[in-house]
């Protein structure tokens, strides 16, 4: 795998971190930002993410997960799957009370199509 620099993602308002996570094993596999265990939250929310695709699986729903949004009181966590490669998926905690949610999926989206995640 080539390296991923994460850091263009600092741009995002409130962005306070981002992981490039393997999915089937939790495995971080690049990091950036501070204030957060990116390897504990890497493995965690690997396993939401496959939670979320069984369940999806048993309802039939024949559709692919764009992203999972999980809201904090202070902070927003964001888990977007690859579209090139649904086994990795991007990461990022932003400050919710410094950030656009819309802002922030839509410059998610961008970042991957100009990223060479092979």
């Known amino acids: 795998m080539a390296k991923v620099n994460l850091e263009p993602l600092r ?13 089937d094993s939790g495995m971080l596999l690049a990091a950036d930002g501070s204030g957060v265990n990116l390897e504990l939250a890497a493995a965690g929310n690997a396993e939401v993410l496959k939670a979320k695709r069984k369940v999806a699986n048993a309802l039939k729903l024949n559709d692919t997960i764009e992203d999972i949004l999980i809201s904090l009181t202070k ?14 998926f991007l990461y990022v905690v932003l400050d919710r009370s410094k950030s656009n949610l819309a ?3 839509h410059e998610l ?4 199509k100009g990223v060479d995640f092979s």
């Open 109 to 112: 989206r961008t970042f991957e």
């Open 75 to 88: 902070q927003y966590h964001l888990l977007r799957p690859l579209e090139s490669n649904q086994k990795l």
């Open 103 to 105: 802002m922030a999926r």
């Open 11 to 23: 741009a995002l308002d409130g962005y306070v971190a981002a992981a490039l996570v393997d999915g």
